[in-house]
């Protein structure tokens, strides 16, 4: 992954060594945000490594304002110089995610308002251009990973009392699940740190390049740990009330259960546990509580 210096200098021409620049956030996929400001104006600014059009984003915050979702807007956008990264200059948003508000405001109350803007998502019409998710290509690249990180960290399958065996069986039956149920939009990674509360208590939804045609289930792709988590537990609670009034249905106990063997997958692909050693407990304690349930419970052991 390149250094924010290197991402910046010479690729961006919008970006001059004369503006202020506040890095806020790196990640492993590429992305980097920071707050960019000029004489004139503040920016959310994001630089992605992607394949995306000016188009092709504002056609996905068309379909957010067309539902009365509110969210930043793309005041401009740039293709690197050289090299395959896109540059994203959104409005800066006068607002604070909601994970700064899980002590002192009603996280319940909270939840039950993400919870409505994810069912106008999903109900939302979408453009023609959009190609279903390919579910079968991404299981089978977890399983290929699979056998990577079990030849890879022995020690951690056996502390955990798993099998390679026993999780390819367990997300082949999983997969099933997902037969007969249609894609709708999705966001992709609807933690809270991606929704953003204003002042006037407004709802602002960011990150939406990765919006795309999936199932319920990838919108909480990587926060799935945290929802039985003691503070964050009620915020979920309201966000499942509105997605699923007359109660969670049995395919989606199992498809955050699919969701949970791959992020221990790619947790482990990606090195986190090593990488990450003051974590490594604690992760460790949420798989083994994991995998303990789930080859012999219908419920996902956290909702």
């Given at each position: 992954m390149l250094s924010n210096q290197e991402l910046i200098s010479g690729?961006?021409?919008?970006?001059?060594?004369?503006?202020?620049?506040?890095y806020m956030k790196n990640?492993?996929?590429?992305?980097t945000v920071f707050k960019f400001q000029t004489q004139q104006d503040t920016f959310l600014v994001k630089i992605i490594k992607d394949n995306q059009t000016k188009d092709s984003i504002e056609e996905k915050l068309n379909l957010l304002s067309s539902n009365n979702i509110k969210t930043a807007k793309l005041m401009h956008f740039e293709k690197s110089v050289c090299n395959n990264y896109s540059c994203y200059y959104y409005q800066f948003l006068d607002a604070l995610s909601i994970n700064d508000f899980i002590k002192t405001a009603d996280i319940y109350e909270l939840g039950k308002k993400a919870g409505e803007i994810l069912v106008r998502l999903k109900n939302s019409p979408y453009p023609k251009t959009w190609k279903p998710f390919n579910l079968?290509?991404?299981?089978?690249g977890f399983l290929i990973r699979l056998n990577q990180v079990a030849t890879d960290f022995p020690q951690i399958f056996k502390e955990l009392n798993i099998t390679k065996e026993m999780l390819t069986q367990q997300l082949n039956l999983l997969l099933k699940s997902f037969d007969g149920i249609e894609q709708k939009p999705i966001h992709a990674?609807?933690?809270?740190?991606?929704?953003m509360l204003t002042k006037e208590s407004q709802i602002y939804v960011i990150d939406i390049e990765s919006m795309e045609l999936g199932y319920d289930c990838f919108n909480f792709t990587h926060n799935v740990r945290f929802i039985g988590n003691k503070t964050?537990?009620?915020?979920?609670?309201?966000i499942f009330e509105k997605l699923f009034p007359s109660g969670i249905p049995q395919y989606f106990h199992n498809h955050l259960k699919y969701i949970a063997i791959v992020n221990f997958?790619?947790?482990?692909?990606?090195?986190?546990?090593e990488n990450c050693p003051k974590y490594k407990k604690e992760k460790l304690k949420y798989f083994a509580e994991l995998f303990k349930d789930i080859f012999t419970k219908q419920e996902f052991c956290l909702l």
């Open positions: 690729n961006f021409p919008r970006i001059k060594h004369s503006d202020k620049i506040e990640s492993w996929s590429g992305n079968t290509r991404y299981h089978n990674d609807f933690g809270m740190h991606n929704l964050e537990k009620p915020y979920y609670k309201g997958i790619r947790s482990l692909h990606h090195r986190e546990l």
